[in-house]
Structure formats: C-alpha cells, structure tokens
C-alpha cells in the first residue's frame, strides 16, 4: 500500500508506534530501528510512555498490532480495527478518494 500511494497528493500514510509496555525500547529513538527494519518509507511517530499512556491508543481504542486506522479527508474515521488486507485498504481509499468533500 505504501509504495502504490507513494506518489498520491491525496493519500497520507503514516505509522505511530503505541507504547503500552518495552518501554525501554518502544521509545521515539526505537522508530528509526523499526523503519529500517521494516524498509517503511513514511513518517514514523510514537505516542505513550510508561509515565503518560498513549493519547492514540485510548481515542483509537487500539487493540493490538497492527492497528489500522483510516480516516477520510473530512476527518471521518472510516476503518479502525486489528490489521487489514492491502488490496482492500486500497479499494476503500479508491472509494473514499472519490468522495466529494460535504460542505
């Protein structure tokens, strides 16, 4: 999905790593080591501490990984659950992508 929207102005995708234990390890720092990892090209963010619990977790009620979240360009969440096919993300942004913006 990330190398099919690469060049699209109007997809954003972004991975946010939720802290909710390795805390040692899950830390801002730890996004560089998971982006080389996994070879991701998009921005990486990090939400939650052993301090302070992830913000996007608790408004996402995430449930485990990988968690999907997309969100329309009104600001709509559109899917929010554990995982999901590429080639199904894909047709439900094609659909959403032709959605005219409500005024």
């Known amino acids: 999905m990330i190398k099919y929207y690469k060049d699209d102005p109007d997809v954003a995708i972004v991975a946010v790593q939720t802290a909710f234990e390795g805390f040692k390890v899950n830390t801002f720092g730890g ?10 090209q998009i921005p990486i963010g990090q939400s ?12 996402y009620r995430t449930g485990g990984t990988p968690w999907v979240v ?16 590429a080639k199904y993300a894909i ?13």
């Open 70 to 85: 997309i969100i329309d360009k009104e600001g709509i969440v559109r899917y929010n659950n554990f995982h999901i096919e």
């Open 31 to 40: 996004t560089e080591q998971v982006a080389k990892k996994y070879d991701l």
């Open 48 to 59: 939650g501490t052993e301090e302070e619990p992830s913000p996007v977790m608790k408004n």
């Open 91 to 103: 047709q439900g942004m094609e659909v959403l992508k032709k959605r005219p913006i409500s005024q």
